[in-house]
């Protein structure tokens, strides 16, 4: 019933200025980026990285433009079970929904290496920080989803059951709220792993996280997709529980595992900017330089 409650008094539409409107998905992706940028920040600190301000938001920008793109162009290819080969110009359509995460990823890791590339920073410490601030952006997108009506799960007696009645193939029949399940365990719990082993000193060896985020973001969307109801236009892919989510889980599951014993061999460290550690160092030997002049 509480969170029976919850959906009812909140709406898609966060709030509106004049015919401006403005939605929790969109406020998702703002918080999302947003405490993406603080968390980068503040572990690099940490692990005491040389990051400036403008390499974090360099990251950030290649992180939107890769979520973005990616993130659409996985959905379209899919879950649009050939529509958008139809109709392609609804592939510019984002106002009426349809992001992929497997997408968003694959984008995400692209745009990495060219934002690696410009920043100087090598690309698994990259890696490293973004996926340990990742989770918190999947935890606000999946309670977005959650007030859309979207990604829910079969019809339960489970007294948390949410009737998404503002969907109409949902029905009027309680459902297993799968989009907080999501948010929990690809979310919090996730992040809660990887925030406290970031805890480390020194920190775990370049590619540790990046590893074991693919391996538990895998196994918490598998587990959650035996209660979600797939996509409508795809269904089952086939034994009749099979679906495209757990079929894209795999691969990172086994890169993941590929990842971590990668890690574990080559014990490389975390490294920051070397073109802001030459900087630094050229800096401090003109200072030297300056000293003995004196």
Same mark, same amino acid.
């Given at each position: 019933?509480?969170?029976?409650?919850?959906?009812?008094?909140?709406?898609?539409?966060?709030?509106?200025?004049?015919?401006?409107?403005?939605?929790?998905?969109?406020?998702?992706?703002?918080?999302?980026?947003?405490?993406?940028?603080?968390?980068?920040?503040?572990?690099?600190?940490?692990?005491?990285?040389?990051?400036?301000?403008?390499?974090?938001?360099?990251?950030? @920008? /290649? =992180? *939107? !433009?890769?979520?973005? $793109?990616?993130? +659409?162009?996985?959905?379209?290819? &899919?879950?649009?079970?050939?529509?958008?080969?139809?109709?392609?110009?609804?592939?510019?359509?984002?106002?009426?929904?349809?992001?992929?995460?497997?997408?968003?990823? @694959? /984008? =995400? *890791? !692209?745009?990495?290496? $060219?934002?690696? +590339?410009?920043?100087?920073?090598? &690309?698994?410490?990259?890696?490293?920080?973004?996926?340990?601030?990742?989770?918190?952006?999947?935890?606000?997108?999946?309670?977005?989803?959650?007030?859309?009506?979207?990604?829910?799960?079969?019809?339960?007696?489970?007294?948390?059951?949410?009737?998404?009645?503002?969907?109409?193939?949902?029905?009027?029949?309680?459902?297993?709220?799968?989009?907080?399940?999501?948010?929990?365990?690809?979310?919090?719990?996730?992040?809660?792993?990887?925030?406290?082993?970031?805890?480390?000193?020194?920190?775990?060896?370049?590619?540790?996280?990046?590893?074991?985020?693919?391996?538990?973001?895998?196994?918490?969307?598998?587990?959650?997709?035996?209660?979600?109801?797939?996509?409508?236009?795809?269904?089952?892919?086939?034994?009749?529980?099979?679906?495209?989510?757990?079929?894209?889980?795999?691969?990172?599951?086994?890169?993941?595992?590929?990842?971590?014993?990668?890690?574990?061999?080559?014990?490389?460290?975390?490294?920051?900017?070397?073109?802001?550690?030459?900087?630094?160092?050229?800096?401090?030997?003109?200072?030297?330089?300056?000293?003995?002049?004196?």
């Amino acid at each position: 019933m509480f969170l029976q409650t919850i959906y009812d008094v909140t709406n898609p539409v966060a709030f509106a200025v004049g015919p401006l409107t403005v939605r929790w998905y969109g406020l998702a992706y703002l918080a999302a980026f947003f405490f993406g940028a603080l968390i980068i920040w503040r572990i690099g600190k940490r692990w005491k990285l040389a990051i400036s301000v403008d390499d974090v938001l360099t990251i950030i @920008i /290649g =992180v *939107v !433009i890769g979520a973005v $793109i990616g993130g +659409r162009l996985g959905y379209v290819l &899919f879950y649009g079970n050939g529509y958008y080969f139809s109709h392609p110009l609804e592939i510019l359509m984002f106002s009426e929904g349809g992001m992929s995460f497997h997408g968003g990823f @694959i /984008g =995400v *890791v !692209i745009s990495g290496i $060219i934002t690696s +590339r410009m920043t100087k920073i090598p &690309f698994l410490t990259l890696a490293d920080l973004g996926v340990i601030a990742t989770p918190i952006g999947l935890f606000f997108g999946r309670c977005a989803n959650f007030i859309n009506s979207e990604l829910w799960g079969g019809v339960t007696n489970l007294p948390w059951g949410v009737v998404f009645y503002r969907d109409v193939s949902a029905g009027l029949l309680p459902r297993q709220p799968t989009q907080l399940y999501e948010a929990l365990l690809e979310g919090l719990v996730l992040f809660a792993i990887l925030f406290i082993l970031s805890r480390k000193e020194p920190p775990y060896s370049r590619g540790t996280f990046f590893g074991l985020f693919l391996v538990l973001y895998g196994v918490f969307r598998i587990a959650v997709e035996f209660v979600r109801e797939p996509d409508v236009q795809l269904g089952y892919l086939f034994g009749g529980w099979v679906t495209m989510g757990m079929v894209l889980s795999v691969p990172l599951i086994v890169a993941g595992i590929i990842l971590l014993i990668y890690a574990h061999k080559a014990q490389l460290p975390q490294e920051g900017s070397r073109r802001l550690e030459t900087d630094l160092a050229q800096n401090d030997a003109k200072q030297d330089a300056s000293a003995k002049e004196k």
